[in-house]
């Protein structure tokens, strides 16, 4: 089983930067798959942005240019860097991996999630 915590949420102004991190835990080989989603309320859950283990990075069209996702293979970790956060910025962010377990099985988990707000 493995087990994502996520941490860095919370309020802050428009125009303010935070910086979300995703740590995964458990019986891992490889981690192919890290990203982030968000869901607002009212709303359904969308891709924020991807990395691959290979570094390969996807960006929904409304954060390019403001957010920055990154990863550490060794630790496990996923980041993702929000800069000129928007209003519209706000909801619940969820880390999300895929990969393979220390017994050649795939794997796919989600966080509990992790609540940003942006005032203006």
């Known amino acids: 089983q493995v087990q994502l915590v996520e941490s860095g949420g919370g309020l802050v102004q428009a125009g303010g930067s935070l910086r979300l991190s995703c740590a995964a835990s458990?019986?891992?080989?490889?981690?192919?798959?890290m990203g982030w989603y968000r869901q607002a309320p009212g709303k359904q859950r969308e891709l924020v942005a991807a990395?691959?283990?290979?570094?390969?990075?996807n960006y929904a069209d409304s954060v390019k240019g403001r957010f920055t996702i990154s990863r550490d293979n060794a630790k496990n970790t996923v980041y993702l860097q929000m800069n000129s956060l928007k209003p519209e910025d706000t909801a619940v962010y969820y880390c999300?991996?895929?990969?393979?377990?220390?017994?050649?099985?795939?794997?796919?988990?989600w966080g509990q999630g992790t609540q940003v707000t942006v005032s203006s």
């Open positions: 458990g019986s891992i080989f490889t981690t192919t798959y």
């Open positions: 990395i691959t283990s290979g570094g390969s990075t």
């Open positions: 999300n991996a895929a990969g393979y377990t220390g017994w050649g099985k795939n794997f796919g988990s």
